[in-house]
C-alpha cells in the first residue's frame, strides 16, 4: 500500500521535520545543562544556594568566594543604631568600613568570628595565674609565635590556629585576650558591650554580623565613644578606639575619609 512512493515522501518531508526538531532539542538541552553547571559552579566557590533565614537581600551583602556565607546585616542596622546612639549613619559606617576592611570581613566561616590573640597580654595572665610559660613555648607553639600563613593558607586562618592553641592551654584566658569580631573588641571588655560573662561575649561574637554591630554600638555608648563620633572628632576617637599610635597609621585621617565617602553617597 505504502510502496516507494510513501519512502521518498518520507525522506523529503518527514526526515527534516524530526532534525530541526532534534535540533532544536539539542540546543534546549544545552542551555539547561549551561545554567546547571553554571549554579554548580556558584556553591563549589563557597556561595549558597538555598534560600537562608535572616540574612539580607543580595545587593546588601560582601560575597568573596574565599569567605563563606554567613548572615550579614542589612543596611537597615547601621540606620537603627545609628539612631540609638544619636550619630550620623556614615560615621557610624566609617568606623564598620575601616575596621573590617576592604573585604568587610567578620567571619572566616559561619560559627567562626576573626579572631586576633594579643599574646603580650595571653603571656601576662597566664604567669598571673601561676603557668609556666616558659614550658608551655615548647609544648604549644603555635599559641606563642606569629601566624603561619605558609602553613594555613591566609592570615585570617592563622589566626584562628593562634587562638585555638591558645584555647588548648586556657580557654578563658584565651577568650579574654583575643580581639574579636570585625570591629576587633577585645574579650577583656566584655562587660562594657553589656553582657554578662566573656563566654557570652563570644557566643554573641559569633553568631551574625548584625549582632557584631549591636555589641560594638554598645560599647561605644558604655565607653562615651560615641561622642566623639558625633562631632566627627576623628582624632580623639582614633585615639580612643586605636590606641596611642593610630597616627603612624593614620587611623584618622582613613576615619575622616570613610565618612565623606559615605555622607557623598546618602547626599545622592
Known amino acids: ?126 604567669e598571673s595565674a601561676g603557668y609556666d610559660v616558659d614550658s608551655l613555648k615548647v609544648a604549644v607553639p603555635d599559641a606563642f609565635s606569629r601566624p603561619d600563613t605558609d602553613r594555613y593558607g591566609d592570615l585570617l586562618a592563622a589566626q584562628r590556629a593562634m587562638y585555638r592553641a591558645a584555647s588548648s592551654i586556657d580557654d578563658s584566658i584565651a577568650k579574654l585576650s583575643t580581639y574579636w569580631g570585625m570591629y576587633k573588641i577585645r574579650g577583656s571588655n566584655w562587660a562594657l558591650c553589656g553582657v554578662g560573662s566573656v563566654d557570652e561575649f563570644v557566643e554573641m561574637m559569633s553568631e551574625s554580623e548584625d549582632m557584631q554591630h549591636r555589641l560594638f554600638a554598645t560599647y561605644l555608648k558604655n565607653t562615651g565613644l560615641d561622642r566623639y563620633l558625633r562631632s566627627k572628632d576623628w582624632e580623639r576617637f582614633a585615639r580612643a578606639y586605636n590606641g596611642a599610635g593610630y597616627a603612624r597609621n593614620g587611623y584618622h585621617v582613613k576615619l575622616e575619609n570613610a565618612y565623606a565617602k559615605y555622607k557623598s553617597k546618602n547626599n545622592k
Open 1 to 126: 500500500m505504502w510502496g516507494k512512493g510513501f519512502d521518498v515522501h518520507y525522506q523529503a518531508v518527514f526526515v527534516p521535520y524530526f532534525m530541526v526538531k532534534g535540533m532544536r532539542t539539542l540546543f534546549i538541552s544545552c542551555v539547561v545543562l549551561a545554567v546547571m553547571l553554571a549554579v554548580e559552579a556558584l556553591c563549589v566557590r563557597g556561595y549558597r544556594c538555598e534560600p537562608q533565614a535572616n540574612v539580607a537581600p543580595l545587593d546588601t551583602m560582601w560575597r568573596y568566594p574565599d569567605v563563606l556565607p554567613y548572615p550579614i546585616a542589612a543596611n537597615s542596622i547601621y540606620d537603627s543604631l545609628a539612631a540609638e546612639l544619636n550619630v550620623e549613619v556614615a560615621a557610624f559606617k566609617a568606623v564598620s568600613s575601616i575596621e573590617s576592611g576592604s573585604r568587610h570581613t567578620a567571619f572566616i566561616s559561619p560559627g567562626s568570628p576573626v579572631v586576633n590573640l594579643e599574646v603580650p597580654m595571653f603571656v601576662d595572665m597566664l
